[in-house]
């Protein structure tokens, strides 16, 4: 597996297993971005979900044709880091809301038909993703005279995420 896809495969693992990113668009309110639940189906690439309500800044910014949006987004034990640039629209596919429907989307919600659920789908393009898993070890290593930065080159990638 070359570095990339397994930089990919990391990537997909954590965020289906850690679930709050950052996301934002660049050129709306300073290029802030918001804690949000991503959700994600299968193993892989594909579409990145978010449930939101039409109250928010986030979705008055966004028209018919979507917008350029980024995620950064880091796993629960600081391991993984990774920024990804990709496309963001409101999806109104009732089929991927029924799917992807669960207790914790529904306690933000008066149910599936509220008039205030969206749903985002974000398509993600290029990320940079960051691996952080021997950090401990890295220290012990420079004490003893190894050069960091040679084994941390394939924990850090350029990567599509489509």
């Not at 669960?102 to 969206?118: M, Q, Y």
């Not at 789908?121 to 930065?149: C, H, T, Y």
Request: hydrophobic share 40%.
């Amino acid at each position: 597996m070359s570095k990339e896809a397994d930089l990919a495969t990391k990537f997909w693992k954590a965020l289906k297993s850690d679930r709050t990113v950052m996301l934002g668009l660049p050129d709306v309110d300073g290029g802030r971005a918001q804690p949000m639940t991503a959700l994600i189906e299968g193993d892989h690439s594909g579409p990145i979900w978010i449930f939101t309500s039409s109250e928010t800044d986030l979705v008055h910014s966004l028209d018919q044709q979507g917008r350029d949006a980024f995620i950064h987004f880091q796993d629960k034990g600081h391991h993984l880091f990774a920024a990804v640039d990709g496309r963001l629209r409101i999806d109104t596919d009732y089929e991927t809301i029924d799917r992807l429907w669960n207790p914790f989307i529904a306690a933000w919600f008066e149910g599936k038909d509220d008039p205030k659920l969206r749903l985002l789908r974000f398509e993600p393009a290029d990320a940079q993703i960051w691996l952080n898993e021997n950090s401990l070890f890295a220290g012990v290593k420079m004490m003893l005279g190894a050069d960091p930065k040679k084994e941390y080159k394939d924990k850090v990638g350029e990567v599509r995420l489509n």
